[in-house]
């Protein structure tokens, strides 16, 4: 079965400070990873898939399949990167279902 | 591109009634999704249409329940409206390539409020 875990429900770092927001699943076939975004009074969207392996304002996340785990990372955090992350799981054995992780709401004080 | 349209955006019921949910796709795109987002239990699954065909489905009651059109379209029905319901509804699209590799895209949700 799909599982995605998202320990932290609520992060809080300061301005400047390194963060990371931690992800793993739980997948028997070969895993499809995404990092979605919610900011406040916007509609949930695609921040970053591992696939592409691209860095999106700032965040980059690595699949260690040893781990199972695709956490979020973001060496410089703003103020402007206070919102609700949720890590999604699609697969290539469960066509056109995500799963997604509970959400973890980053809040960067100034 | 237009993005992914729910109509309508807010929505208050009372309980025993039911409610009809509406979802357009990005074009192109044959894969709709749709999630219930609560404070309380974040965002749970509900079920996934592809060309008309309902393909995954969540662990949500039978009073839930959706269907696709030709065009792609989707609807959401829920009966028998409980307190509960109370949740933003989010529809989501994707190419739908069968393999669940695609990203979603996401539609701004109908907040339903149950009296």
């Known amino acids: 079965a799909q599982r995605v875990t998202q320990p932290e429900k609520l992060l809080s770092v300061f301005k400047g400070a390194p963060v990371e927001l931690k992800c793993n699943y739980s997948?028997?076939?070969?895993?499809?990873l995404f990092w979605y975004v919610q900011y406040s009074r916007q509609r949930l969207q695609l921040l970053l898939r591992?696939?592409s392996r691209e860095s999106i304002k700032g965040f980059t996340a690595d699949l260690n399949k040893g781990e199972t785990s695709f956490h979020l990372k973001k060496p410089f955090a703003q103020e402007e990167d206070s919102a609700m992350y949720y890590c999604?799981?699609?697969?290539?054995?469960?066509?056109?279902?995500?799963?997604f992780g509970d959400g973890t709401t980053l809040t960067v004080k100034p | 591109k237009a993005g992914v349209t729910q109509t309508p955006r807010y929505l208050i019921k009372t309980r025993g009634q039911q409610v009809t949910l509406s979802c357009s796709p990005i074009?192109?795109?044959?894969?709709v999704s749709w999630y219930q987002q609560t404070p309380g239990q974040g965002l749970q699954f509900l079920f996934e249409?592809?060309?008309?065909?309902?393909?995954n489905k969540g662990n949500f009651p039978g009073r839930f329940s959706g269907r696709q059109f030709s065009n792609s379209r989707s609807e959401m029905n829920v009966s028998t409206l409980e307190l509960g319901d109370s949740a933003l509804y989010l529809c989501?699209?994707?190419?739908?390539?069968?393999?669940?590799?695609?990203?979603?895209?996401f539609g701004d949700g109908t907040r339903l409020s149950i009296l």
């Open positions: 989501a699209s994707s190419l739908g390539t069968g393999d669940g590799n695609q990203p979603q895209h």
């Open positions: 997948y028997s076939g070969s895993p499809e």
């Open positions: 591992h696939i």
């Open positions: 999604a799981l699609g697969g290539n054995t469960n066509a056109g279902k995500s799963t």
């Open positions: 074009s192109g795109h044959r894969s």
């Open positions: 249409y592809f060309s008309e065909t309902q393909r």
